[in-house]
């Protein structure tokens, strides 16, 4: 028998696949809700994408490998589910709002009607952004099944809140005022996990300190000299022989003229600067910790805005960069500055904006994780990785986490925290799970305090919003319908993959063990494939700005 080609043309026609999508999408109507009963059942815990433009190639590669899988577990008999939803919450989407209609939303949103308002911005733009992304898999042919509701959806928000419920009656969740990393372009806390590390050129100030009971100075060397007013302490290390006998005199603060005290530490670093180290409120982890430890009192210089308050004294008002020039001038001006040399050091900054982050003090709603940390490894020892290696990343992540997860956020687009205060008795309370609640726009489910007693009108709804990462944590239970389907869910929950990018190790996969631990008391995978980042040829990652895109459509 001879054997003919189905397709006799030898340039290959893209309109072809549009037919073959055709009898595709016929195909999958006729398919069975039920038709999992009786196999066995794969899921995939598809990574929900940002809703926020078109994916490049290298993203479109990203599904289509996820397809590939979906696929060969179809040929091989499973039942596969592998559902594509997006994620929506979170600060992107306001700031490309923000950006587009030139407004800010601190102030657009600080009525419950302009807040309405700034979120159906905010909605328009991701439903967009999320038809192009659904155009985009499906025209290349990707096999997922599509569900409309997203990480925003009511149906998500209810679950995302349901957990949050049952954490805070379990204690997991607790509220506490401490200093925490703050981005002052965003204005607000950020987690250990979004904080990102940039070399930067700055200048190493020589500051001379005069002690207190005689004409002699010391020098300094500090790169944040403008923290000067909140300086407590100078130390320096105990093995260091240039000071002995400094500890426990005093020395005054150059041009602000409070008194600090001079102590030892063993966690100075004798080669840095002049082996004399200022330690300042809210400076960095270091400057808190050692506050702590030496009982020091902390003053607050900085404010919410990255500005200077007023106890800062003449540079009050001043953003943190220019209290610094200025502070720089007044001391050179002064004959207190001995000198300034070039260093390359790291600097903390935001992971989504790269502004350079503050320490302040803030109330917020922390996650237990420390308490954590043990397990969790145990349980990553029962997970196949894919490649072996990235495992070693996501221990040493949890290796180096050092403080719980902050998951209260002054923001908008994201799930509201389902919580009322009473200002009489200060009590938190949380309401029954099972419906998606907004405290910042709706009545308090209870008519008077169960607590205290007190009258419905001192129950005040809480504003903030959850960090998106405690949203997208919970996106393998979401897909294994832990909430809504028991019985899929027991089947399914044993055989998830995970594939996902390696930027998002301690992030993503690292939030997901730890909140499906702490719900299911299980590891949340199976399996976990990680891939690197789709570059262009020079090694770049691929951006509209630098003109190398390549678009995966044909
Ligand atoms: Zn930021
Ligand atoms: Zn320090
Ligand atoms: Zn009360």
Redesign the pocket.
């Known amino acids: 028998m001879e054997l003919k080609p189905r397709i006799e043309e030898t340039r290959w026609d893209p309109s072809k696949e549009l037919e073959l999508l055709k009898l595709w999408d016929e195909e999958k109507s006729s398919a069975k809700p039920d038709e999992w009963r009786g196999k066995e059942v794969f899921v995939i815990d598809t990574p929900p994408p940002y809703a926020s433009g078109k994916w490049h190639v290298g993203g479109a590669a990203h599904y289509a490998q996820i397809d590939m899988i979906a696929r060969y577990f179809r040929l091989k008999g499973y039942y596969v589910l592998a559902p594509f939803y997006a994620d929506r919450n979170g600060l992107p989407v306001e700031v490309q709002v923000e950006k587009t209609y030139g407004i800010n939303a601190k102030e657009f949103a600080s009525t419950p009607e302009g807040r309405r308002k700034f979120l159906q911005l905010c909605r328009d733009f991701l439903d967009r952004a999320e038809a192009d992304l659904v155009r985009i898999w499906r025209r290349m042919g990707c096999d997922f099944e599509y569900w409309k509701d997203g990480t925003d959806s009511p149906r998500y928000r209810t679950i995302t809140q349901a957990t949050f419920i049952r954490l805070f009656r379990e204690g997991l969740i607790y509220e506490a005022e401490r200093p925490v990393r703050w981005?002052p372009?965003?204005g607000t806390t950020l987690a250990e996990a979004e904080i990102e590390y940039d070399e930067r050129d700055d200048y190493l100030y020589y500051v001379k300190y005069k002690l207190a009971d005689s004409d002699d100075y010391l020098v300094v060397a500090t790169t944040r000299p403008e923290l000067i007013p909140a300086c407590a302490a100078i130390v320096y290390n105990p093995k260091d022989s240039r000071y002995k006998g400094l500890a426990g005199r005093k020395a005054i603060a150059p041009l602000f003229g409070h008194e600090v005290v001079i102590l030892e530490h063993p966690s100075v670093d004798m080669n840095f600067g002049t082996g004399l180290e200022m330690v300042c409120s809210y400076g960095d982890e270091d400057d808190v910790r050692l506050f702590r430890e030496l009982g020091l009192k902390p003053k607050v210089i900085v404010d919410e805005r990255g500005v200077m308050t007023s106890e800062a004294g003449f540079l009050a008002g001043l953003p943190v960069e220019e209290a610094r020039k200025r502070v720089a001038e007044e001391l050179e001006r002064n004959g207190l500055l001995v000198r300034k040399e070039r260093i390359r050091h790291t600097v903390p900054v935001?992971w989504?904006?790269k502004?350079p982050l503050q320490i302040i003090n803030r109330r917020e709603l922390f996650l237990r994780q420390l308490d954590y940390k043990d397990r969790l490894k145990e349980l990553i020892s029962t997970i196949k990785f894919a490649p072996e290696f990235h495992r070693r990343k996501l221990i040493d992540w949890i290796d180096s986490i050092s403080m719980d997860w902050p998951i209260s956020r002054d923001r908008y687009y994201g799930t509201e925290i389902p919580l009322w205060r009473c200002t009489k008795c200060g009590a938190l309370l949380v309401p029954e799970p099972g419906r998606y609640y907004r405290p910042w726009e709706e009545e308090p489910p209870w008519s008077s305090c169960p607590v205290c007693g007190a009258p419905k009108e001192y129950l005040v709804g809480e504003r903030r919003v959850f960090d998106t990462w405690f949203d997208s944590s919970i996106s393998m239970l979401y897909a294994t319908r832990w909430a809504e389907d028991p019985e899929f869910y027991q089947k399914a929950s044993g055989n998830v993959l995970r594939p996902q990018g390696e930027d998002i190790i301690r992030t993503w996969l690292y939030y997901t063990l730890l909140r499906v631990y702490q719900l299911t008391g299980r590891p949340a995978f199976r399996w976990v494939r990680i891939t690197g980042m789709g570059l262009d040829p020079k090694g770049r990652p691929m951006h509209k700005s630098l003109g190398n895109v390549i678009d995966p459509e044909p």
């Open positions: 981005c372009r965003c935001c989504r904006c502004t």
